[in-house]
Nanobody
Framework: QVQLVESGGALAQPGGSLKLSCATS????????MDWARQAPGKEREWIAT????????SYADSVSGRFTISRDNAKNMLYLQMDNLTLRDTAIYYC???????RGRGTQVTVSS
């Protein structure tokens, strides 16, 4: 059974930082590219970052490029998202997914507010 469990979401101030984690199980983590996506209230889910299988290639949405960093630890089956210089627009529920597979966990809430 595939499991994706996001954590690390919290209330943060504009300009602050958070690091999200995604614990995975039930599949060969190192065989998949992985995504982070987010969904803000009243909006469609937005892709924000992808990391390839061995972590050597990453890509980012323009909205987070230069501020967020996706990484992974294949030995631990873990996916991460370092979020720096947060803005109010980053408020959303954040999800991790296998690239191209519409199957997600419950997500973790990030709220950016002063």
């Amino acid at each position: 059974q595939v499991q994706l469990v996001e954590s690390g979401g919290a209330l943060a101030q504009p300009g602050g930082s958070l690091k999200l984690s995604c614990a995975t199980s039930g599949f060969d983590f190192s065989a998949y590219a992985m995504d982070w996506a987010r969904q803000a209230p009243g909006k469609e889910r937005e892709w924000i970052a992808t990391i390839w299988h061995q972590g050597t290639i990453t890509s980012y949405a323009d909205s987070v490029s230069g501020r967020f960093t996706i990484s992974r630890d294949n030995a631990k089956n873990m996916l991460y998202l370092q979020m720096d210089n947060l803005t109010l627009r980053d408020t959303a529920i954040y999800y991790c997914l296998r690239t191209g597979i519409n199957e997600r966990g419950r997500g973790t809430q990030v709220t950016v507010s002063s």
